[in-house]
T-cell receptor, first 116, second 113 residues
Protein backbone atom coordinates (compact mmCIF):
# COMPACT_ATOMS: atom_id res chain seq x y z
CA UNK A 1 0.00 0.00 0.00
CA UNK A 2 1.11 3.49 -0.73
CA UNK A 3 2.07 5.76 2.15
CA UNK A 4 3.04 9.41 2.48
CA UNK A 5 5.20 10.67 5.33
CA UNK A 6 5.76 14.23 6.45
CA UNK A 7 8.27 14.10 9.25
CA UNK A 8 8.11 17.77 10.24
CA UNK A 9 4.96 18.52 12.27
CA UNK A 10 5.89 22.20 12.44
CA UNK A 11 8.35 24.56 10.78
CA UNK A 12 9.11 28.24 11.23
CA UNK A 13 10.62 30.71 8.81
CA UNK A 14 11.43 34.39 8.92
CA UNK A 15 9.55 36.57 6.50
CA UNK A 16 11.45 36.88 3.18
CA UNK A 17 13.54 33.78 3.94
CA UNK A 18 13.39 30.35 2.30
CA UNK A 19 12.01 27.20 3.86
CA UNK A 20 11.85 23.59 2.69
CA UNK A 21 9.14 21.16 3.73
CA UNK A 22 9.91 17.46 3.45
CA UNK A 23 7.79 14.64 2.12
CA UNK A 24 8.61 11.03 1.38
CA UNK A 25 6.35 8.38 -0.04
CA UNK A 26 6.32 4.72 -0.76
CA UNK A 27 4.87 3.10 -3.85
CA UNK A 28 5.56 0.29 -6.25
CA UNK A 29 4.00 2.15 -9.17
CA UNK A 30 6.10 3.84 -11.80
CA UNK A 31 3.61 6.46 -12.86
CA UNK A 32 1.79 8.72 -10.44
CA UNK A 33 1.29 12.34 -9.43
CA UNK A 34 2.43 14.21 -6.38
CA UNK A 35 0.87 17.35 -4.99
CA UNK A 36 1.34 19.95 -2.31
CA UNK A 37 -1.81 21.48 -0.85
CA UNK A 38 -2.04 24.46 1.45
CA UNK A 39 -4.71 24.61 4.16
CA UNK A 40 -5.05 28.04 5.79
CA UNK A 41 -7.09 28.56 8.96
CA UNK A 42 -10.24 28.63 6.83
CA UNK A 43 -9.48 24.91 6.25
CA UNK A 44 -9.98 25.17 2.51
CA UNK A 45 -7.65 22.92 0.50
CA UNK A 46 -5.68 24.95 -2.04
CA UNK A 47 -3.47 23.33 -4.66
CA UNK A 48 0.05 24.78 -4.50
CA UNK A 49 1.96 22.68 -7.00
CA UNK A 50 1.90 19.28 -8.69
CA UNK A 51 4.50 17.00 -10.19
CA UNK A 52 4.12 14.17 -12.70
CA UNK A 53 6.35 11.24 -11.84
CA UNK A 54 7.41 10.70 -15.44
CA UNK A 55 8.81 14.23 -15.67
CA UNK A 56 12.43 14.72 -14.68
CA UNK A 57 12.07 18.47 -14.42
CA UNK A 58 11.05 19.84 -11.05
CA UNK A 59 7.79 21.78 -11.03
CA UNK A 60 7.82 25.50 -10.24
CA UNK A 61 5.01 27.93 -9.49
CA UNK A 62 6.25 31.43 -8.74
CA UNK A 63 7.83 31.30 -5.26
CA UNK A 64 7.06 27.61 -4.86
CA UNK A 65 9.22 24.85 -6.26
CA UNK A 66 9.75 21.18 -5.61
CA UNK A 67 12.74 18.91 -5.40
CA UNK A 68 11.50 15.61 -6.79
CA UNK A 69 13.84 12.68 -6.30
CA UNK A 70 12.05 9.68 -7.80
CA UNK A 71 14.62 7.06 -6.86
CA UNK A 72 14.67 8.27 -3.27
CA UNK A 73 10.86 8.73 -3.28
CA UNK A 74 11.26 12.21 -1.96
CA UNK A 75 9.17 15.28 -2.83
CA UNK A 76 10.09 18.41 -0.90
CA UNK A 77 8.52 21.85 -1.26
CA UNK A 78 10.64 24.97 -1.24
CA UNK A 79 9.04 28.31 -0.50
CA UNK A 80 11.19 31.29 -1.39
CA UNK A 81 10.75 34.84 -0.13
CA UNK A 82 8.27 33.63 2.50
CA UNK A 83 5.30 35.87 3.17
CA UNK A 84 2.97 36.12 6.15
CA UNK A 85 0.19 34.74 3.98
CA UNK A 86 2.13 31.52 3.51
CA UNK A 87 1.42 30.54 7.10
CA UNK A 88 -0.78 27.43 6.93
CA UNK A 89 -0.82 23.66 7.11
CA UNK A 90 0.85 22.07 4.12
CA UNK A 91 -0.11 18.60 3.00
CA UNK A 92 1.81 16.42 0.63
CA UNK A 93 -0.37 14.07 -1.40
CA UNK A 94 0.23 11.09 -3.63
CA UNK A 95 -2.32 10.26 -6.24
CA UNK A 96 -2.76 6.57 -6.70
CA UNK A 97 -4.54 5.00 -9.59
CA UNK A 98 -6.98 2.52 -8.18
CA UNK A 99 -10.27 1.15 -9.37
CA UNK A 100 -10.27 3.43 -12.38
CA UNK A 101 -10.29 6.59 -10.29
CA UNK A 102 -7.58 8.54 -8.61
CA UNK A 103 -7.75 8.72 -4.86
CA UNK A 104 -5.27 10.84 -2.95
CA UNK A 105 -3.19 9.65 -0.05
CA UNK A 106 -2.25 12.53 2.20
CA UNK A 107 0.57 12.98 4.66
CA UNK A 108 -0.08 14.19 8.17
CA UNK A 109 0.83 17.75 7.32
CA UNK A 110 3.40 20.36 8.32
CA UNK A 111 2.32 23.53 10.06
CA UNK A 112 4.31 26.46 8.70
CA UNK A 113 4.71 29.56 10.82
CA UNK A 114 6.03 32.74 9.24
CA UNK A 115 7.70 35.15 11.62
CA UNK A 116 7.60 38.88 10.96
CA UNK B 1 -12.35 30.10 -12.20
CA UNK B 2 -14.87 27.25 -11.77
CA UNK B 3 -15.55 26.22 -8.20
CA UNK B 4 -16.82 23.24 -6.29
CA UNK B 5 -19.57 24.45 -3.98
CA UNK B 6 -20.43 22.76 -0.71
CA UNK B 7 -23.42 23.44 1.50
CA UNK B 8 -23.89 23.99 4.33
CA UNK B 9 -20.57 25.36 5.51
CA UNK B 10 -21.31 24.25 9.06
CA UNK B 11 -23.90 21.79 10.34
CA UNK B 12 -24.65 20.80 13.89
CA UNK B 13 -26.69 17.65 14.42
CA UNK B 14 -27.81 15.43 17.25
CA UNK B 15 -26.23 12.01 17.57
CA UNK B 16 -28.33 9.42 15.77
CA UNK B 17 -29.77 11.89 13.28
CA UNK B 18 -29.36 11.65 9.52
CA UNK B 19 -27.41 14.34 7.70
CA UNK B 20 -26.97 15.09 4.03
CA UNK B 21 -23.96 17.05 2.88
CA UNK B 22 -24.31 18.65 -0.50
CA UNK B 23 -21.81 19.41 -3.20
CA UNK B 24 -22.07 20.93 -6.65
CA UNK B 25 -19.03 19.79 -8.65
CA UNK B 26 -17.64 21.62 -11.63
CA UNK B 27 -20.07 21.01 -14.45
CA UNK B 28 -17.94 19.11 -16.96
CA UNK B 29 -16.05 17.05 -14.41
CA UNK B 30 -16.37 13.28 -14.43
CA UNK B 31 -14.88 12.06 -11.16
CA UNK B 32 -16.20 12.93 -7.73
CA UNK B 33 -14.84 12.34 -4.27
CA UNK B 34 -15.55 12.77 -0.60
CA UNK B 35 -12.79 13.16 1.96
CA UNK B 36 -12.89 13.64 5.70
CA UNK B 37 -10.59 15.51 8.05
CA UNK B 38 -11.02 15.07 11.77
CA UNK B 39 -9.77 18.17 13.57
CA UNK B 40 -5.99 18.17 13.79
CA UNK B 41 -5.58 15.06 11.69
CA UNK B 42 -4.83 14.28 8.09
CA UNK B 43 -7.28 14.26 5.24
CA UNK B 44 -8.68 10.78 4.61
CA UNK B 45 -10.29 9.32 1.51
CA UNK B 46 -13.90 8.19 1.90
CA UNK B 47 -15.26 7.40 -1.54
CA UNK B 48 -14.86 7.99 -5.24
CA UNK B 49 -17.69 8.10 -7.75
CA UNK B 50 -17.61 7.79 -11.51
CA UNK B 51 -20.19 7.02 -14.16
CA UNK B 52 -22.97 7.08 -11.59
CA UNK B 53 -21.52 4.48 -9.33
CA UNK B 54 -19.02 4.10 -6.54
CA UNK B 55 -15.56 3.30 -7.88
CA UNK B 56 -13.83 2.81 -4.59
CA UNK B 57 -14.55 3.28 -0.91
CA UNK B 58 -12.41 3.20 2.18
CA UNK B 59 -12.90 1.25 5.39
CA UNK B 60 -14.36 4.39 6.93
CA UNK B 61 -17.19 4.36 4.40
CA UNK B 62 -19.36 1.76 6.08
CA UNK B 63 -23.08 1.07 5.76
CA UNK B 64 -23.91 4.32 7.53
CA UNK B 65 -22.61 6.27 4.56
CA UNK B 66 -24.04 6.61 1.08
CA UNK B 67 -23.49 8.86 -1.91
CA UNK B 68 -25.75 9.94 -4.68
CA UNK B 69 -25.79 12.12 -7.76
CA UNK B 70 -29.54 12.57 -7.89
CA UNK B 71 -29.94 15.11 -10.67
CA UNK B 72 -26.73 15.16 -12.67
CA UNK B 73 -25.39 18.22 -10.91
CA UNK B 74 -25.50 17.69 -7.15
CA UNK B 75 -23.35 15.11 -5.41
CA UNK B 76 -24.44 14.23 -1.89
CA UNK B 77 -23.00 12.37 1.07
CA UNK B 78 -25.52 10.95 3.51
CA UNK B 79 -24.75 9.72 6.99
CA UNK B 80 -27.74 7.74 8.23
CA UNK B 81 -27.22 7.73 11.98
CA UNK B 82 -24.50 10.10 13.04
CA UNK B 83 -22.04 9.28 15.80
CA UNK B 84 -19.89 11.65 17.83
CA UNK B 85 -16.81 10.44 15.95
CA UNK B 86 -18.34 11.58 12.65
CA UNK B 87 -17.57 15.15 13.69
CA UNK B 88 -15.10 16.37 11.09
CA UNK B 89 -14.60 18.56 8.09
CA UNK B 90 -15.97 16.90 4.95
CA UNK B 91 -14.51 17.88 1.62
CA UNK B 92 -16.02 17.23 -1.75
CA UNK B 93 -13.73 17.24 -4.79
CA UNK B 94 -14.17 16.86 -8.50
CA UNK B 95 -11.80 16.08 -11.30
CA UNK B 96 -12.14 16.56 -15.03
CA UNK B 97 -9.61 14.24 -16.58
CA UNK B 98 -7.04 11.81 -15.33
CA UNK B 99 -4.12 14.13 -15.81
CA UNK B 100 -5.18 16.88 -13.47
CA UNK B 101 -5.53 17.41 -9.78
CA UNK B 102 -8.75 17.82 -7.95
CA UNK B 103 -10.65 20.95 -7.27
CA UNK B 104 -11.73 20.82 -3.67
CA UNK B 105 -14.78 22.49 -2.24
CA UNK B 106 -14.42 24.70 0.80
CA UNK B 107 -15.72 21.95 3.07
CA UNK B 108 -18.60 21.32 5.45
CA UNK B 109 -17.83 21.30 9.12
CA UNK B 110 -20.05 18.67 10.74
CA UNK B 111 -20.46 18.76 14.50
CA UNK B 112 -22.31 15.89 16.14
CA UNK B 113 -23.51 16.60 19.66
Amino acid sequence: AQTVTQSQPEMSVQEAETVTLSCTYDTSESDYYLFWYKQPPSRQMILVIRQEAYKQQNATENRFSVNFQKAAKSFSLKISDSQLGDAAMYFCAYRALSGGTYKYIFGTGTRLKVLA
Amino acid sequence: EPEVTQTPSHQVTQMGQEVILRCVPISNHLYFYWYRQILGQKVEFLVSFYNNEISEKSEIFDDQFSVERPDGSNFTLKIRSTKLEDSAMYFCASQGTAGYGYTFGSGTRLTVV
